[in-house]
């Protein structure tokens, strides 16, 4: 299945990132992977995030998005905020 594209955003350094539309399965999935792993919230959050996000045409993983700069992780973290 194709993801539709919910936001194309330009970040620092000319990066390119891609945000997809998600779905009520990406979300149950990001809270499943999070309970498995011990985790909270925030890793349920980062988990989706990984789901839905490209930069520069490539999937990132939650190590790589805790290591963006601020500013970055702040555009990123915004469009989710405004999905919910």
């Known amino acids: 299945m194709e993801r ?3 936001k194309e ?3 620092s350094k000319g990066r390119k990132a891609t945000v997809y539309e998600g779905t009520g399965e990406d979300f149950l999935t990001a809270l499943e992977i999070a ?3 011990g985790g909270g919230f925030k890793e349920a959050i980062l ?3 990984e789901q839905l996000i490209e ?5 990132v993983t939650a190590e790589e998005l805790k ?3 601020l500013q970055d992780f702040a555009v ?3 469009v989710f905020q405004q999905t919910g």
């Open 4 to 6: 539709k594209v919910l």
């Open 9 to 11: 955003i330009t970040l």
């Open 35 to 37: 309970q498995a792993s």
């Open 47 to 49: 988990s989706l995030m």
């Open 55 to 59: 930069i520069d045409g490539r999937r």
């Open 67 to 69: 290591k963006l700069p």
């Open 76 to 78: 990123l973290y915004a």
